[in-house]
């Protein structure tokens, strides 16, 4: 049974349209002055900045380095160019077979929703992913569907983006009632940081197409860091979970922001009491512009070994990295310390 709501799918959206898109405004909204601030200019015309307010409302007034305002913060810094680091380090353009599909897994289908996310987290590898060559056209699904009919082996589709949160209900629905219909499919997985950032997101209408599919669902929310998790995604996860969908989390270790056995032990703690099962742990994709947020993996494993002696294994996300070419992502063991 659905709980009745009020939110519809204009309050988010209403939401959106009031996120933050200057560093100006943050301030403002912080209390911060602008010399506790980089230069961020040159930054910000590369790449946005965009934070919704209920985001922003989880951040430390006064504080210029909180972990949330890291992750959103421009930066000139990015624009140093650093060896090593590229615009594609995951090489997906050569694993896009069709428009919008990445097929590096046999059993699993990744489809580029949308190239639009509620929120432009610095760090993000796909910043200069080539989006609007593979912003898919309602009539585009029907080369999704195709692909998918002629690969009888692919199991799974996840719905990617950007963030696929960002569609419309009446969009997704239709979506997902063509993938529900594919004998061949088990799971419908969606990788969103949507309701993290607009807890409201999860509305009647969402949870609504997603009762109703007969595909196992899976949503992989993305936060980093425990401040991001408050009372109101509990209770979003809460509902999510009444109409059957399992709840997981990724986060990306990030220098200044998570890179600690406080912050990792904190995550794990409060997305489990949010309803939320840690799943994986990224180590950094060396995407241009980020290698200020890269540790290195030596650097990981200890410290997820330290956070390891304190948490049940159960809360430990998989310290993960993707390697191009790779058939599945690389498992890395944490470093366990001889006592
Ligand atoms: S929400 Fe995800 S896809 Fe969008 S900018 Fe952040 S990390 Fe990238």
Partial sequence: MIPIQNDTESHWSMELTQAIRSP????????????????SNNA???????VPRPFVARMEQGNPNDPLLRQVLADNIEMTPVSGYSKDPLDEGNHTPRKAIVHKYKHRVLVITTGTCAVNCRYCFRRHFPYSNNQLAQREW???IEYLEQHPEVNEVILSGGDPLMLKDSQLSKHVARLNALPQLKRLRIHSRLPVVIPSRVNHELLAWMASSPLDIVLVL??????EINQEIAAKVSQLKQVGVTVLN??????????????????????????????????????????????????????????????????????????????????????????
Avoid: C, W
Wanted: aromatic share 6%; proline share 7%.
């Fill in 44 to 50: 910000e015309e590369a790449f946005k900045m965009l």
């Fill in 250 to 339: 990724q986060g990306v270790l990030l220098k200044g922001v998570n890179d600690s056995v406080k912050a990792q032990v904190d995550l794990s703690e409060r997305l489990f009491a949010a309803g939320i099962l840690p799943y994986y742990m990224f180590t950094f994709d060396p995407i241009e512009g980020g290698a200020h947020f890269d540790i290195s993996v030596t650097e990981a494993q200890k410290l997820m070994g330290q956070v390891a002696e304190i948490l049940p294994g159960y809360l430990m996300p998989r310290l993960a990295k993707e390697i191009p070419g790779q058939p599945a992502k690389t498992v890395l063991a944490p470093s366990l310390s001889d006592h």
């Fill in 222 to 227: 993305h936060s980093n860091h425990g401040n």
């Fill in 24 to 39: 100006s405004e943050l301030l403002t909204l912080l209390q911060l002055a602008p010399h506790q601030l980089p230069e």
């Fill in 142 to 144: 029907d080369h999704v």
